[in-house]
């Protein structure tokens, strides 16, 4: 099965448009579903079927928007500081894997649900 991701990206006229990337083929649309067609377009390996599942990285059961508002955060603290030379304190940085820890396991049991809605 081909992996597809599909990201938003801005560009310098302020619009949104959407870049899908497998493997070394890229191509861009004005939505998702545009770039996704154009990337199957272009490249001859991805199959006629498949599935589909899109992650808007929005609050959930799984990741409640407290957590997220508080990840968002510390990641643009960590960012800041990197471009300082400096790091998070010890207790921002321990919070910030927690966060990261926190997500990826979200994200899992996220996939588990959608795997049980597939049987």
Do not use: C, K
């Amino acid at each position: 099965m081909t992996t597809v991701a599909i990201v938003p990206v801005a560009t310098s006229a302020g619009r949104v448009e959407y870049q899908a990337v497998s493997g070394p083929y890229r191509a861009v649309g004005n939505s998702a579903g545009q770039a996704l067609d154009a990337l199957a377009a272009e490249d001859p390996e991805m199959e006629s079927e498949g599935l589909v599942i899109v992650q808007r990285f929005r609050p959930d059961s799984f990741f409640p928007a407290e957590q997220r508002q508080r990840l968002g955060e510390l990641m643009r603290r960590w960012r800041e500081a990197r471009d300082r030379g400096q790091t998070l304190s010890e207790a921002e940085r321990a919070e910030l894997e927690s966060l990261v820890a926190a997500e990826l396991e979200a994200s899992a049991r996220r996939a588990a649900t959608i795997a049980q809605g597939l049987r």
